[in-house]
């Protein structure tokens, strides 16, 4: 499965950006999606995930209330919509998918990962 990440970029604290992850994979229909994103200097950390199916969604104490995962299986992609964005968010985010039924926030157990997209929050 490939995974290709878009949509990063620079904005103002308080504004807003939604990042794109587009799969070249049929069966995406059955990935549990996540985002992960990586500060300078920082581990990987766990952002928000969506299983397949019932499209529940999980999110990071961090986020929630301010991001919004979706996905849309017809066109195999997984969204995450950024409002009220902080410095803090800065860093490179990348999909993953996860070839299991239910979401994990350990990096380690998605077995599919994008390049990443850089996402620049200046104050």
């Known amino acids: 499965v490939q995974l290709q990440a878009s949509g990063g970029g620079l904005v103002q604290v308080g504004g807003s950006l939604r990042v794109s992850c587009a799969a070249s994979e049929t069966t995406f229909n059955r990935y549990v999606m996540g985002w992960f994103r990586q500060a300078p200097g920082k581990e990987r950390e766990f952002v928000s995930a969506i299983t397949w199916g019932a499209g529940i969604t999980f999110y990071a104490d961090s986020v929630k209330g301010r991001f919004t995962i979706s996905r849309d299986d017809a066109k195999q992609s997984v969204y995450l919509q950024m409002n009220s964005l902080k410095p803090e968010d800065t860093g490179v985010y990348f999909c993953?998918?996860?070839?299991?039924?239910?979401?994990?926030?350990?990096?380690?157990?998605?077995?599919?990962w994008g390049q990443g997209t850089l996402v620049t929050v200046s104050s």
């Open positions: 993953a998918a996860r070839v299991r039924l239910a979401h994990s926030t350990d990096a380690g157990e998605y077995d599919y």
